[in-house]
């Protein structure tokens, strides 16, 4: 039988998870005095994996690598966009790169936020999955001194 899975260990895992590379970045940006693409790859990490570890945990994996899909893909979109005004070198004076940039930092944002604070109920949703008692399972049967063979219905519980 599947060990139940705690709420707190993976509310704790999606937090911390995310809250340890980007404070770890910020250490190292007050160690080395600039920023570097060490500290970069630390906090995107952070920021794109961290918030679904609990629910990869509870063994959500859907919802777990949706989310991790989904900020990928917002961060791409808004790194595109600071890419493109840094090699036009505009300095983000144009309305429609900021508001751009902003339409996809606020869901990223919003998208973080709400993973650590689901994780929790995918906890819970994975301990009420696994208390169902009985399961139906459609066995193969061989028999191979009366050479037979069929089908059985077993019922585990």
Not at 52 to 75: C, D, K, N, P, V
Not at 136 to 149: A, D, G, I, Q
């Amino acid at each position: 039988m599947k060990n139940p899975k705690s709420e707190a260990t993976a509310f704790y895992w999606s937090l911390g998870a995310t809250l340890i590379p980007n404070l770890t970045s910020f250490v190292i940006n007050d160690i080395e005095g600039h920023y570097s693409l060490t500290q970069f790859i630390i906090s995107a990490s952070g920021a794109v994996i961290g918030p679904s570890i609990g629910h990869l945990y509870a063994e959500r994996w859907g919802r777990g690598l949706a989310t991790i899909g989904l900020r990928i893909g917002l961060g791409s979109l808004g790194a595109g966009i600071v890419f493109y005004e840094i090699t036009t070198e505009s300095n983000f004076e144009s309305k429609t790169a900021v508001l751009l940039f902003t339409a996809t930092s606020i869901p990223f944002v919003c998208s973080m936020i709400y993973d650590i604070y689901t994780a929790p109920s995918s906890a819970r949703k994975y301990n009420e999955s696994i208390g169902k008692t009985g399961n139906v399972y459609l066995m193969p049967r061989f028999n191979t001194k009366e050479e037979s063979y069929g089908f059985s219905v077993v019922y585990c519980f």
